[in-house]
């Protein structure tokens, strides 16, 4: 597999769907609300079509899993690429221009290949496993951050099919308010990932994460030279074939990481 190839192809698939979603943001499109309480545009469907095409045309033998389609080809592919034509649909919908498009390629479930495309910004970050990250001025590697005498600024990610009542949950971000500076919740993850890859914030803590787009943002990240591991310490992937109970993750940078791992611990 000639990952650069897959690379070259993911970057112009993500940013012609990029156009095609400023393009058409100012104007008028339908929102509808889909399972777990978010919502799907015509924008999604649409990029989602343009990069669904490209992908299928230049790896026809590979599974995909896009947000909003679900699944086609191969269920025994080695393969697979994940698909989140519009990350943060939400935020679109109610005007605030905070949204990307996410694009990972995975070997038997491990992320191999990520790539994260700013719309807004007419931005591209990707990463190859084990050749690190590429930003829009070249490699990328999140610089040391000091410590914060007022606690780290963190972003917060969790699953649609995370409940308001969820005890862990809410023990969790309750624990977090406390120890951080700021606790930012996106509606976006993926521009979380790069926000971390690129030194913004200090850290990404996900309970229950959706698989589309972890993989491609987490792999930018660590390419970048952030840690990720789960709340039991130990190394986290990014693994597609986890279970939802199992894609919970703390992600930072060394210095932060017992920090934040015990933190998790005491709460959860």
């Given at each position: 597999?000639?990952?650069?190839?897959?690379?070259?192809?993911?970057?112009?698939?993500?940013?012609?769907?990029?156009?095609?979603?400023?393009?058409?943001?100012?104007?008028?499109?339908a929102?509808?609300?889909?399972n777990?309480?978010?919502?799907?545009?015509?924008?999604?469907?649409?990029?989602?079509?343009?990069?669904?095409?490209?992908?299928?045309?230049?790896?026809?033998?590979?599974?995909?899993?896009?947000?909003?389609?679900?699944?086609?080809?191969?269920?025994?592919?080695?393969?697979t690429?994940?698909?989140?034509?519009?990350?943060?649909?939400?935020?679109?919908?109610?005007?605030?221009?905070?949204?990307?498009?996410?694009l990972?390629?995975?070997h038997?479930?491990?992320?191999?290949?990520?790539?994260?495309?700013d719309?807004v910004?007419?931005?591209?970050?990707?990463?190859?496993?084990?050749?690190?990250?590429?930003?829009?001025?070249?490699?990328?590697?999140?610089?040391?951050?000091?410590?914060?005498?007022?606690?780290?600024?963190?972003a917060?990610?969790?699953?649609?099919?995370?409940?308001?009542?969820?005890?862990?949950?809410?023990?969790?971000?309750a624990?977090?308010?406390?120890?951080?500076?700021?606790?930012?919740?996106?509606?976006?993850?993926l521009?979380?990932?790069?926000?971390?890859?690129r030194?913004?914030?200090?850290?990404?803590?996900?309970?229950?994460?959706?698989?589309?787009?972890?993989?491609?943002g987490?792999?930018?990240?660590?390419?970048?030279?952030?840690?990720?591991?789960?709340?039991?310490g130990?190394?986290?992937?990014?693994?597609?074939?986890?279970?939802?109970?199992?894609?919970?993750f703390?992600?930072?940078?060394?210095?932060?990481?017992?920090?934040?791992?015990?933190?998790?611990?005491?709460?959860?």
């Open positions: 597999m000639d990952l650069e190839h897959a690379r070259r192809v993911a970057v112009e698939a993500a940013e012609a769907a990029g156009t095609l979603l400023r393009e058409r943001a100012s104007g008028t499109f929102i509808r609300a889909k777990g309480g978010d919502l799907v545009t015509d924008l999604d469907v649409a990029a989602e079509k343009l990069l669904l095409e490209r992908i299928q045309a230049a790896f026809p033998a590979h599974r995909v899993v896009a947000e909003e389609s679900g699944a086609s080809g191969d269920a025994g592919a080695d393969w690429w994940f698909v989140d034509p519009l990350d943060g649909t939400n935020n679109l919908a109610i005007g605030l221009p905070l949204y990307v498009v996410g990972a390629l995975c038997q479930g491990l992320p191999r290949l990520g790539v994260v495309h719309p910004g007419g931005q591209t970050w990707s990463a190859v496993r084990g050749q690190g990250a590429l930003g829009p001025r070249g490699p990328v590697r999140r610089p040391q951050r000091p410590a914060g005498t007022h606690g780290p600024v963190l917060w990610t969790q699953g649609h099919e995370v409940v308001r009542d969820d005890p862990a949950m809410r023990s969790l971000k624990a977090l308010d406390l120890r951080a500076r700021r606790v930012l919740q996106l509606w976006a993850p521009l979380g990932w790069v926000m971390l890859a030194g913004d914030i200090d850290a990404v803590v996900g309970y229950r994460a959706e698989a589309v787009d972890l993989p491609g987490l792999l930018i990240a660590q390419e970048a030279g952030l840690c990720v591991r789960g709340f039991d130990r190394p986290f992937d990014g693994r597609t074939d986890l279970p939802a109970h199992r894609r919970n703390v992600a930072a940078g060394p210095e932060l990481m017992d920090d934040l791992l015990e933190l998790v611990s005491a709460a959860t």
